[in-house]
């Protein structure tokens, strides 16, 4: 079964600082995604940025990008520029090629942003 | 706002009760799927249905129960409810089976 691991329960970041989260996954398979999602106090479920395993260059979205090493299945985030508004709960997500939509989540990083 | 719509927002009930938790998907959206976030188990995937037939189950108690309607909407039944079924429900919708999710704002069911 797929696991993914979250090692950092919680994170602090300085407002326009840079913060680095860390992912880790396990699976056997060689065609899967992974994501980060961002759960801030309204309990909406956000997606970040999207990783699909078959592509080398690492995904960017604006001030979020990723770190994807897929010989060391670690899969991490990081956020630029940092701002109150990322403040929340992220959490790292796979999913295989063939198992449709389904998610599995790691445990979630809960992130503080300090003015 | 994502589109998709769960009601209600908040349920409180007690050990014992049934209670069914709706979700309407995104307007075009066949897929629904069904996650439990608790303190305890984290986020997890309960089940999922396309176009009205189940496509996917993961970690549902026998207890729990869901269907998807012909208009797409589905409906998350939980019954025997017990303490630790404590927890956010979420639903999400989906274009295909292999499409971008999209999460609704959750259901918090507190079981007393």
């Known amino acids: 079964a797929q696991t993914v691991t979250q090692s950092q329960p919680e994170m602090s970041v300085q407002e326009a600082e840079t913060v680095t989260l860390s992912c880790t996954y396990d699976?056997?398979?060689?065609?899967?995604?992974l994501f980060w999602y961002k759960q801030p106090p309204s309990r909406q479920m956000i997606l970040v940025i999207r990783?699909?395993?078959?592509?080398?260059q690492n995904a960017t979205e604006n001030r979020f990008s990723v770190n994807f090493q897929k010989a060391a299945k670690s899969f991490s985030l990081k956020i630029s520029d940092s701002q109150l508004g990322d403040a929340a709960m992220y959490f790292c997500?796979?999913?295989?090629?063939?198992?449709?939509?389904?998610?599995?989540f790691g445990e979630g990083t809960q992130l503080t942003v300090n003015p | 706002d994502s589109g998709v719509t769960q009601t209600p927002k908040h349920l409180i009930t007690a050990t014992g009760q049934r209670v069914t938790l709706r979700c309407s998907p995104r307007?075009?959206?066949?897929?629904v799927y069904w996650y439990q976030q608790s303190l305890d188990q984290g986020l997890q995937f309960l089940i999922q249905?396309?176009?009205?037939?189940?496509?996917a189950k993961g970690n549902i108690l026998e207890r729990f129960s869901a269907q998807q309607f012909p208009d797409l909407h589905s409906e998350l039944n939980l019954s025997s409810l017990e303490l630790g079924d404590s927890a956010l429900y979420f639903c999400?919708?989906?274009?295909?089976?292999?499409?971008?999710?999209?999460f609704g704002s959750g259901t918090q069911l507190s079981v007393l």
């Open positions: 999400a919708s989906s274009v295909g089976v292999n499409e971008k999710l999209f």
């Open positions: 307007s075009g959206d066949l897929s």
């Open positions: 249905y396309y176009n009205g037939e189940e496509r």
């Open positions: 997500a796979y999913r295989r090629e063939t198992s449709g939509s389904r998610l599995t």
């Open positions: 699976t056997s398979e060689s065609d899967y995604y």
């Open positions: 990783q699909e395993a078959y592509k080398q």
